[in-house]
């Protein structure tokens, strides 16, 4: 079954600094998602990349697909307070699926 | 606009008692379901999806079960709650024939 990576786990960062957080996949993407957690709550969906090489911006979040190496990355420039929680990524586990298998998230942590 | 409700936002049971989780789903017809439990350590894990109506698919066998008596209504149950079931219970949707889901808020369940 597919497996998703995150890495780091977990990140402190201070304010103002850019960050990266990656998401490596075991098998072939069939389409990325991310999502953005704060502790206690739901899930908020930030975006999806589908095709190799697509590149999303989300106000200073932007996220990166590399079919080839099976990952993902999530850059945030000049991070602020409200970038803290938990960044979880997700991957359809097939091709007709329309589950999605999630990793175990990186708990991102902004020090004033 | 579609929105997701969750009920309740907490609950604290004896082990041993009943369940009822209700998950309610708002401006869309036909919605995939989808049941996740989130614990500590062990990221967002799928337990229940449905397709329509009465149509529930499981995917870790457990003392847990799920029930759609209608379309925008998706409910988490259990006879006998185990210490073990504790955890945070997140239901999503996502458009029929669509990948991208929505979460609601979630249910914090601690079983003592």
């Known amino acids: 079954s597919q497996e998703l990576e995150q890495s780091p786990q977990s990140l402190i960062v201070q304010e103002g600094k850019n960050l990266t957080i990656n998401c490596t996949s075991s098998?072939?993407?069939?389409?990325l998602y991310w999502y953005k957690q704060k502790y206690g709550e739901g899930l908020i969906f930030l975006m999806m990349?589908?095709?190799?090489?697509e590149e999303k911006s989300h106000e200073k979040i932007t996220a990166k697909l590399d079919e080839k190496k099976q990952q993902s990355s999530l850059h945030i420039t000049a991070s602020q307070p409200s970038h803290a929680g938990i960044y979880l990524c997700?991957?359809?586990?097939?091709?007709?699926?329309?589950?999605?298998?999630f990793g175990k998230g990186t708990r991102l942590h902004i020090l004033p | 606009s579609q929105t997701i409700h969750q009920w309740p936002a907490t609950l604290v049971q004896p082990v041993g008692s009943p369940l009822s989780l209700e998950c309610t789903v708002e401006?869309?017809?036909?919605?995939?379901l989808y049941w996740y439990r989130q614990a500590a350590g062990r990221g967002l894990q799928l337990l229940f999806y449905?397709?329509?109506?009465?149509?529930i698919s499981s995917e870790v066998p457990q003392n847990l079960s799920a029930s759609r008596p209608q379309d925008r209504q998706f409910i988490l149950s259990s006879k006998k709650l185990l210490l073990s079931d504790s955890g945070f219970y997140l239901c999503?949707?996502?458009?029929?024939?669509?990948?991208?889901?929505?979460f609601g808020p979630g249910t914090r369940l601690t079983v003592l």
């Open positions: 990349l589908q095709k190799g090489g």
């Open positions: 997700g991957a359809r586990g097939g091709n007709r699926d329309d589950k999605i298998i």
């Open positions: 999503a949707w996502s458009g029929m024939g669509q990948v991208t889901q929505y």
């Open positions: 449905s397709v329509g109506i009465g149509q």
């Open positions: 098998k072939t993407l069939y389409g």
């Open positions: 401006g869309t017809s036909n919605p995939n």
